[in-house]
Structures are given as structure tokens and as C-alpha cells.
């Protein structure tokens, strides 16, 4: 990924997933979330993972570049979490 180093692909059960590749567990989708639930703050983000400003902005940019993908992403995320919560029914959550 030559455009955008600090993002690495890698292979999981569920598919392809966009990472940052200094911290590998940590999704694109976690970060673009945190980042937009901070209303596009990058450094309230970067305290929030314990990451450099430099990294937040580095998945800010791929986020850009890849959109449409990363947005599809995360719909599919938060629709998973509400099949999960609807599973559990009314007295658990």
C-alpha cells in the first residue's frame, strides 16, 4: 500500500480488514468511528487510542481515499452489533 504506508491489509474470518500497521488489533473502522463520534477531533482520537496525531491522520486519509469501502464497513459492524444486541433480548442490554 504504497499510498498510504501506515495502513496495512490483513486476512481475517471475516474478511479483508483495513489496519493500522504499527498496532495491527487496530481497525480503520475503530479509528474512522472514534474519529467521527469526536466530530473529526484528531486529537481527542489519538488520546483516545493512545496514538501519535501523525497515525490518526494517516487513517483519516486512507478513510478518504477509500470511502465508500470503509463506510460499507462500518454499516456492516454496527448492523452485526444490533443483530447481537436483538439476540440478547430486552432483559440483558
Request: charged residues 30%.
Amino acid at each position: 500500500m504504497d499510498e498510504h504506508p501506515a495502513i496495512a491489509l490483513i486476512s481475517t474470518p471475516q474478511g479483508r480488514r483495513a489496519v493500522l500497521a504499527s498496532r495491527p488489533r487496530l481497525q480503520v473502522i475503530d479509528v474512522v468511528g472514534t474519529w467521527k463520534g469526536e466530530r473529526q477531533d484528531v486529537e481527542a482520537t489519538a488520546r483516545y487510542f493512545d496514538l501519535s496525531e501523525d497515525d490518526v491522520r494517516a487513517v483519516v486519509a486512507y478513510y478518504f481515499a477509500n470511502k465508500a469501502e470503509v463506510d460499507n464497513e462500518i454499516g456492516r459492524h454496527l448492523d452485526a452489533q444490533q443483530n447481537y444486541k436483538r439476540g440478547l433480548g430486552p432483559t440483558c442490554i
